[in-house]
C-alpha cells in the first residue's frame, strides 16, 4: 500500500513532497500519452485514483493523520487531470506533445497553485478529513488547473491572431 501511495516512494522526498509527487507524474504521464495515447491515459487515471483512494485509506486508518505527507499518490491523479487538455490537444492536433510545453507548464504551475490555496471546493474536499477527501480535493485542484489550461491556451491563441 505505501508503495502505491508515495508513487514509489516519491513521497519520501523532502522538501515539498506534494511537489516532488507532481513532478514525477509529468514524465509519467510523457510516456503514458506517448505509447498508450490519451483515452488509455484517462483510464489510468481512474484506476490510479482508484487504487490510490484505497491505499490512502488503509494506511491512515489509524486516524492519527488524515492526509500525511508522504502520502503523493493524490498529486499524481490531480497533476494527471491538470494535464487532460494537453494530452486531448496533442491528439486532436495531432502534433507531438513537447510542441505543447507552454500547455504542461501551465498544468504544472496552476495545479500547485491550487494545490496549496486550496480555494473553494478544494478546500471543502479537503476539511473532510478522510481517504476520499484526500484525493477528491486533488482532483478538484486538478480540474480547476484544467479549466486554467484551457483558459491559457484559447488566451494564447487570440494572442497570436
Known sequence: MKLVATFFGVGFLRPAPGTWGSLAALPVAYAILSFAGFWLFVNLTFFVFMSGWIATRELTRDGKDHDP?????????????ALFPVGYGAMMMSVE??????????????????????????????ARGDAL??????????????????AFAALFHLVLM
Open 97 to 126: 506533445l513537447w510542441q505543447l510545453y507552454p500547455g504542461w507548464i501551465a498544468a504544472f504551475v496552476l495545479f500547485r497553485l491550487f494545490d496549496i490555496w486550496k480555494p473553494w471546493l478544494v478546500g471543502k474536499a479537503d
Open 69 to 81: 505527507s508522504y502520502i503523493v499518490i493524490d498529486e499524481v491523479v490531480g497533476q494527471w487531470i
Open 133 to 150: 477527501g484526500v484525493m477528491l480535493d486533488d482532483v478538484i485542484a486538478g480540474v480547476f488547473a484544467a479549466v486554467g489550461v484551457i
